[in-house]
């Protein structure tokens, strides 16, 4: 079995500083983690993974993510936030044989100009 | 939204209604998703299909039924069955063996009971 928790429903930031959204996940195994983001009334799109190696994971439009194991956790960053950040963000997870995804419940972005 | 396409954008349905939700990729891809997206709840898998002629039950799959006759298409059928289907439907797709692959999805499919 695999699930994820992203703890917060909302995260607020003013533009320019450092945004983080937060990911724990439990699952068997060693996992394979991801994240999406989505805009109003669109599908998902994938901004960045970690499968093996590197802890830190660059992904797309300047966002990271490090990978955590002793912590169980895969946690999203930004440096500077934009106003254009502003989304819905998911964290999903799966593991070697299992080609089904788990997701998160989703965090709210919101970034203040 | 890469190379899945779903329709209609928007849909709406009568109690007691049957309605299917298209979903086509050409990216080539054998597995294909549908997931039900509900405010606060994040998604939550309906059915997958990993090969042609074949699907699975996910999480979710009880007043839905699914078809696989073609590589490229994955529509979704919402029965009367089904007895909150209001929601937001987004089809995916990934190569088959795709637990470290990302999916690809659609731009949703938004069904309203009325």
């Known amino acids: 079995a695999q699930s994820v928790a992203q703890p917060e429903d909302q995260v607020n930031v003013a533009e320019g500083n450092p945004l983080t959204v937060k990911c724990t996940y439990s699952v068997s195994g060693n996992p394979y983690l991801f994240w999406y983001v989505q805009y109003p009334n669109r599908g998902l799109q994938f901004l960045l993974k970690y499968i093996t190696g590197d802890n830190l994971v660059k992904g797309s439009y300047g966002f990271e993510a490090e990978f955590n194991k002793s912590q169980t956790s895969f946690h999203l960053k930004k440096p500077s936030a934009l106003v254009s950040d502003s989304a819905l963000y998911f964290c999903a997870v799966s593991y070697y044989g299992n080609n089904r995804l788990a997701f998160g419940k989703g965090n709210q972005v919101v970034v203040i100009p | 939204d890469g190379g899945i396409t779903q329709s209609p954008k928007y849909l709406f349905r009568k109690e007691g209604q049957n309605v299917t939700l298209s979903c086509e990729q050409n990216?080539?891809?054998?597995?294909m998703y549908w997931y039900r997206q509900d405010p606060g709840q994040g998604l939550r898998l309906i059915y997958y299909s990993q090969i042609v002629n074949d699907f699975q039950k996910g999480d979710i799959a009880e007043g839905y039924s699914v078809s696989r006759e073609k590589k490229e298409s994955f529509p979704l059928t919402v029965t009367s069955a089904q007895k909150n289907p209001t929601a937001f439907y987004l089809c995916a797709s990934g190569p088959v063996l795709s637990n470290y692959n990302e999916q690809f999805f659609g731009p949703g499919t938004r069904l309203t009971v009325l």
């Open positions: 990216l080539n891809h054998d597995a």
